[in-house]
């Protein structure tokens, strides 16, 4: 059995990618810049982003570093007063946390972070977290979850990753770790072929664990 799990965060735990991705093209909207919505869920899967279309179409950098703040204080107002919640998440972990210990690896900012997490019931279940400003090389590069082993003072194969996204699945291959791909909308065409396990939603992740 599995003694570690890793988990992803965003898409995974709380449901805040539409919300991101709304803060993008609504920040670019306001210098006239138009997002394609299906580039990005194309470029995601290369770590790629809104923003990386604006450069390319020769928006300036001033201009891309100044709609960047912009940007995050839209996803900062989404998080502060939209759902986000992800039913049974709570649950799940209360479960697995009485058969592995638990930790997040995710690339939010710690920022962000935070105020998703203002009253809600999922650190308690964590030992420890690790954000964008934890380590220097985000997904897919495996650094991430090596951190995070490290940390357990963990193998690999004492691991499992729990992922949305092809990144953050090769990011855990990378490391020698297995992952559990959950669905989610945003990233549904992403190529999964590499993961240990395809489950529909994390209510099928103590199955997984106590069945190993």
Same mark, same amino acid.
């Given at each position: $059995? ?6 992803? *965060? ?12 709304? %803060? ?12 394609? =919505? ?5 470029? $995601? ?11 390319? %179409? ?7 570093? =100044? ?18 919640? @992800? ?22 900012? =710690? ?5 998703? *997490?203002?009253?809600?019931? @999922?650190?308690?279940? $964590? ?13 897919? *590069? ?23 996204? %092809? =990144? ?14 959950? *669905? +989610?909308?945003?990233?549904?065409? +992403? ?5 240990? +396990?395809? @489950? ?13």
């Amino acid at each position: $059995m599995k003694k570690y799990i890793l988990f992803d *965060h965003d898409g995974v735990l709380v449901d805040t990618e539409s919300w991101y991705y709304l %803060a993008c093209e609504r920040a670019l909207a306001d210098i006239g810049f138009t997002v394609d =919505r299906d580039r990005y869920l194309r470029d $995601m899967r290369l770590g790629l982003g809104a923003f990386d279309q604006a450069v390319a %179409a020769g928006v300036t950098e001033p201009e891309i570093s =100044r709609q960047r703040r912009v940007r995050d204080g839209y996803y900062q107002g989404y998080l502060r007063t939209e759902a986000i919640e @992800i039913e049974g998440v709570a649950e799940v972990l209360a479960e697995l946390s009485q058969h592995v210990r638990m930790a997040i690896v995710t690339t939010s900012k =710690r920022a962000d972070f935070e105020i998703i *997490h203002e009253g809600r019931q @999922i650190l308690p279940f $964590m030992d420890f977290v690790l954000v964008r400003d934890d380590y220097r090389q985000a997904k897919p *590069h495996p650094e991430p979850y090596l951190t995070a082993l490290r940390r357990f003072g963990a193998t690999g194969p004492e691991a499992l990753v729990v992922e949305d996204s %092809a =990144r953050g699945l090769n990011a855990a291959v990378a490391a020698g770790i297995d992952c559990a791909v959950v *669905h +989610h909308e945003f990233t549904s065409s +992403h190529d999964f072929t590499l993961a240990t +396990h395809r @489950i529909a939603s994390l209510a099928e992740l103590p199955g997984l664990i106590l069945e190993a």
